[in-house]
């Protein structure tokens, strides 16, 4: 399984079960539960053996994590339908025992879980440390050499590493004033130098070393670009002061400077976000917090220990479960697919819909409700679709707008098909880049059109007070405020007025009334600079259209200037 990154797959399933619930589950029959169970365990197979034989990284470290964690949460849901829990989930070919067990962490959602998981302790004797992004590893040393490197694995066993760990210098091959025997436990990330994980994301950094690792050999280039963070020292002393005195006397010091004392957990959201926001040398997906003292190494389980925890990073990249497909159609009459989502946490941001970008590329990715889709954060801010992870083994229909009956110059009326549209077109007419009218949001207008007082595209000109009091929710005093609105847009110029209304970009053009500018033929208006021959015949286009001679007459008859 990654060759030894992942926690194995008992220690997930009882992740999922500390965080899932019974109502969680799926509302599936028995026969697509298995459909669905086996579809899942295809493409994790594959995905494994993409990383142990190739050596690629075929979707994002968080990703997968996710996809494992809901496998197990659906094997839960459905036992009877499951398929046995298959081998090569674990590392398969891992052979060798390690000196000490792989215990894996544990993980906390947020600050409050982990202080409930401090207070538990009295606050004492706790450390924190960041939570390098890269393969876990078991170094054996005897007499100081280095004897034997062992993978994750299954937490026992896993695969000998000892001639890649020859290769690499950022494994010490011989340690200074050591024990007789001492083994060491740790992380092997690739070099990030000046790393910012808040900025960067995890930048597929285990992938990069597992996907070296994966390979027969190791040459001298690659090998360079690993780095090794000894996060414990299983067989070291039982105070943790002692312990890290004892590993920067054999040499680990960059290792030990990053392990400090807490008492408090403001104390580690301090750390958690120095780590995460500024510039690092390895991926950090989050903070591990310690116990100083544990239990003795020889009783540790691959199991998540109770002493000590993680809590880590939002995620740059998330799995997320398509709820339904919806289409927007703008006031332009462009049509963009909507995939609603079963909310997910990205970063700072609480994601529940991403855009497709156009029906084109709704096609060709295929997406219907209950497939499971990545988001990433566009420069971290902004949630984007990047794939399909996989698809749901029962496919729902899925109709588009026809986008015939859309474009540009459609719409001008509040009738069924036109719903979206026409909603777009009061939003352009009323916002920054139209009449500029306050208070007059997404909300107010479909308000208004509920209430059965907006039909057309200028029918709020001539609401009186009394007639917007009667929509539910407004008021007198918001009604008179409207009005109030509603009379400002006479006086708007006639230039504010046209780009309102959707008018084509003009160049130069002088905006002085309508009837000049709507006799204008397409040669003249080519012959205004910055118009060329296709925006020229969108523009007669536009003065042209009927439904829009509709809405002049009503401002000409409202004494709005220039028409």
């Not at 799926?26 to 197979?45: F, G, I, K, M, V």
């Not at 659906?74 to 052979?95: I, K, M, N, T, V």
């Not at 879980?113 to 207070?119: G, K, Y």
């Not at 160049?507 to 296709?534: K, M, R, T």
Request: net charge neutral.
């Amino acid at each position: 399984m990654r060759l030894g990154w992942l926690l194995s797959f008992a220690a997930v399933a009882v992740l999922a079960i500390r965080t899932g619930r019974a109502a969680d589950c799926p509302e599936w029959s028995p026969t697509q539960a298995r459909q669905e169970l086996n579809a899942l365990h295809d493409r994790l197979d594959g995905w494994n053996h993409a990383y142990r034989v190739d050596g690629q990284s075929p979707v994002d470290d968080a990703v997968y994590d996710q996809a494992l964690q809901r496998f197990a949460h659906w094997r839960r849901c459905f036992p009877a339908q499951a398929p046995a829990e298959p081998a090569h989930l674990a590392d398969a070919s891992g052979r060798v025992r390690a000196p000490v067990a792989q215990t894996g962490l544990a993980k906390l959602p947020d600050a409050k879980a982990l202080a409930e998981w401090m207070r538990a302790r009295d606050n004492r004797d706790l450390w924190v440390q960041p939570k390098a992004d890269g393969v876990a590893v078991t170094l054996l040393y005897l007499d100081g050499q280095l004897q034997q490197a062992t993978s994750r694995g299954d937490g026992l066993r896993g695969s000998d590493w000892t001639a890649m760990a020859q290769r690499i210098d950022a494994i010490p091959k011989h340690l200074l004033r050591a024990p007789a025997r001492v083994v060491l436990q740790g992380e092997l990330y690739w070099r990030l130098p000046g790393h910012v994980q808040a900025n960067d994301g995890g930048v597929n950094a285990r992938s990069a070393v597992a996907g070296a690792l994966a390979r027969d050999t190791l040459d001298a280039p690659t090998a360079a670009q690993i780095g090794l963070f000894v996060w414990d020292w299983p067989s070291g002393p039982d105070d943790m002061p002692a312990r890290l005195a004892g590993m920067s006397s054999m040499g680990l010091a960059d290792s030990v400077a990053y392990v400090h004392p807490v008492k408090t957990i403001d104390e580690v959201r301090q750390w958690h976000e120095q780590w995460y926001r500024h510039a690092m040398p390895f991926a950090a997906d989050g903070t591990v917090v310690r116990q100083g003292h544990r239990p003795s190494a020889t009783t540790w389980q691959a199991a998540p220990p109770s002493w000590a925890i993680a809590w880590k990073y939002p995620a740059a990249s998330a799995l997320a479960e398509v709820r339904a497909v919806n289409f927007k159609v703008g006031r332009s009459g462009r049509i963009t697919p909507v995939l609603e989502l079963v909310p997910i946490q990205l970063d700072d941001h609480r994601v529940q819909r991403v855009s497709v970008g156009s029906v084109a590329r709704w096609r060709q990715l295929d997406i219907r409700p209950g497939d499971q889709v990545e988001v990433v954060l566009a420069g971290l801010t902004i949630p984007r679709l990047q794939s399909v992870v996989w698809r749901t083994q029962q496919r729902v229909a899925v109709t588009p707008p026809d986008p015939g009956k859309h474009d540009p110059l459609s719409c001008w009326q509040a009738m069924p098909g036109c719903e979206e549209q026409f909603r777009a077109r009061l939003l352009r007419l009323g916002g920054k880049q139209g009449l500029q009218l306050d208070g007059l949001g997404a909300s107010t207008w479909q308000a208004l059109i509920d209430a059965g007082l907006i039909h057309g595209l200028l029918d709020w000109m001539n609401l009186t007070p009394a007639q917007l009091a009667t929509v539910p929710g407004f008021g007198q005093v918001r009604a008179n405020t409207l009005a109030q609105a509603f009379a400002s847009a006479r006086q708007r110029s006639f230039a504010q007025w046209l780009h309102a209304l959707g008018m084509p970009a003009s160049g130069s053009a002088e905006l002085s009334d309508w009837a000049s500018l709507s006799a204008h033929s397409a040669d003249d208006w080519q012959a205004i600079d910055g118009i060329g021959p296709g925006r020229a015949d969108r523009l007669v286009e536009f003065f042209a259209h009927p439904e829009l001679r509709e809405q002049i007459v009503l401002l000409h008859t409202a004494g709005v200037q220039g028409f």
